[in-house]
């Protein structure tokens, strides 16, 4: 990476930290470069990282970044490229906490002492991704798009998917336009 891109990463981790009541997006972008004269892409080694999602969640989240990013990329005008042709390379981070909310409480007796305890418990997953597009030349960022959200740790595969999708398309949406080539 560059030294521009911790800086990026720590405003997505506060994005994280930040949460929010209902799930909704929140996008961030920075543009060091005019990007309208650049035309391909290629993933770079590695292409992602993700955080806080293991085994099959980990892999679905994987799936649907690399199908969304690549969506997004060609809707604002990009083509797919040889990694040593491309006019920038894509990566992404995904990063997912959980935290725990105390819906009720219940009383109950321990050792002779009645003590408050939870009883129904409502857990979230906070997410934030960060996508880059990198001069292969000498691999600075070039732009960068955050996206932020907060649902049920309870949804369902399709509904984990579906977030995704829609975090990275608001992305993408917040990308100056481009035309297609």
Same mark, same amino acid.
């Given at each position: 990476?560059?030294?521009?891109? =911790?800086?990026?990463?720590?405003?997505?981790?506060? @994005?994280? @930290?930040?949460?929010?009541?209902? =799930?909704?997006?929140?996008?961030?972008?920075?543009?060091?470069?005019?990007?309208?004269?650049?035309?391909?892409?290629?993933?770079? =080694?590695?292409?992602?990282?993700?955080?806080? @999602?293991?085994?099959?969640?980990?892999? @679905?989240?994987?799936?649907?970044?690399?199908?969304?990013?690549?969506?997004?990329?060609?809707?604002?005008?990009?083509?797919?490229?040889?990694?040593?042709?491309?006019?920038?390379?894509?990566?992404?981070?995904?990063?997912?906490?959980?935290?725990?909310e105390v819906n009720s409480l219940k009383t109950v007796k321990r050792n002779g002492e009645t003590v408050a305890v939870p009883d129904e418990v409502t857990i979230y997953r906070s997410g934030t991704l960060v996508i880059y597009l990198v001069d292969p030349k000498v691999?600075?960022?070039?732009?960068?798009?955050?996206?932020?959200?907060?649902?049920?740790?309870?949804?369902?595969?399709?509904?984990?998917?579906?977030?995704?999708?829609?975090?990275?398309?608001?992305?993408?949406?917040?990308?100056?336009?481009?035309?297609?080539?």
């Amino acid at each position: 990476m560059t030294p521009h891109t =911790p800086g990026y990463f720590a405003l997505a981790v506060a @994005l994280t @930290l930040a949460g929010c009541a209902k =799930p909704k997006v929140d996008v961030r972008t920075a543009a060091h470069q005019d990007i309208s004269a650049l035309r391909t892409y290629a993933w770079s =080694p590695g292409e992602g990282d993700i955080t806080g @999602l293991y085994g099959d969640r980990g892999t @679905l989240a994987a799936q649907t970044m690399r199908k969304s990013i690549d969506e997004g990329m060609r809707r604002k005008g990009f083509r797919p490229a040889a990694p040593a042709e491309a006019d920038v390379l894509v990566l992404y981070q995904l990063g997912v906490r959980s935290r725990r909310e105390v819906n009720s409480l219940k009383t109950v007796k321990r050792n002779g002492e009645t003590v408050a305890v939870p009883d129904e418990v409502t857990i979230y997953r906070s997410g934030t991704l960060v996508i880059y597009l990198v001069d292969p030349k000498v691999y600075d960022v070039v732009w960068v798009g955050t996206g932020s959200a907060e649902a049920k740790a309870a949804d369902s595969d399709s509904q984990a998917r579906s977030r995704i999708e829609h975090a990275v398309k608001a992305v993408f949406d917040a990308m100056k336009d481009r035309k297609a080539t």
